[in-house]
């Protein structure tokens, strides 16, 4: 039927849009100079409130990591 037709694709894209999703934070992050910025990436569980961090940027986009 039509509605199969149709469905079919659609289920097909939805189940790959659904396995390109990753879990994201958004990280408030104030810096030494006092001013703060948000970066939203790819979750980690390291990231705990107070962690100092190093942030690196390139290709337009900032990286977060916890520093140990």
Not at 14 to 41: H, P, R, Y
């Amino acid at each position: 039927s039509l509605l199969a037709a149709w469905g079919g694709p659609a289920a097909g894209k939805a189940a790959g849009d659904k396995l390109n999703q990753v879990d994201g934070v958004e990280l408030e992050i104030k810096k030494e100079t006092g001013e703060s910025i948000v970066v939203v990436q790819k979750a980690s569980p390291t990231f705990v409130p107070g962690a100092r961090v190093r942030m690196t940027q390139g290709n337009g986009s900032i990286n977060v990591a916890v520093v140990n």
